[in-house]
């Protein structure tokens, strides 16, 4: 089966850091694009980053370049998202998709790429 769980959500204060985390079973773990997207309440899904477990390279949005950094562990089958200098306005519900890949082949931070996603993560940054 075909699955894509999030983990590591929780309540932080403005400057904390958090570390979110993507575990994909039933793929070929280093055949992946690993994406990272967050909704707000009343806003559209924003893509943050994608992630090329072939070759571990990633492409960010430039709301979190130099604050959020992706990183693998093939050995989990997991891909983490840590998050660095959190703001009110990082607050949002944290997605992981996954399809099958390198980032290159597809947009890579546009939601209806990718076939394969998680339920959410709730991420809440208190000022």
């Known amino acids: 089966e075909v699955r894509v769980a999030e983990s590591g959500g929780g309540l932080v204060q403005t400057g904390g850091s958090l570390r979110l985390s993507c575990a994909a079973s039933?793929?070929?773990?280093?055949?992946?694009?690993i994406a990272w997207f967050r909704q707000a309440p009343g806003k559209e899904r924003e893509g943050l980053v994608c992630f090329s477990t072939s070759d571990a390279t990633s492409h960010y949005a430039d709301s979190v370049t130099g604050r959020f950094t992706v990183s693998k562990d093939s050995a989990k089958k997991s891909v983490y998202l840590q998050m660095n200098s959190l703001k009110p306005e990082d607050t949002a519900v944290y997605y992981c998709?996954?399809?099958?890949?390198?980032?290159?082949?597809?947009?890579?931070?546009?939601?209806?790429?990718?076939?394969?996603w998680g339920r959410g993560t709730q991420v809440t940054v208190s000022s």
């Open positions: 998709a996954a399809e099958v890949g390198p980032c290159v082949d597809y947009n890579p931070l546009v939601p209806y790429e990718y076939e394969y």
């Open positions: 039933g793929f070929t773990f280093d055949d992946l694009a």
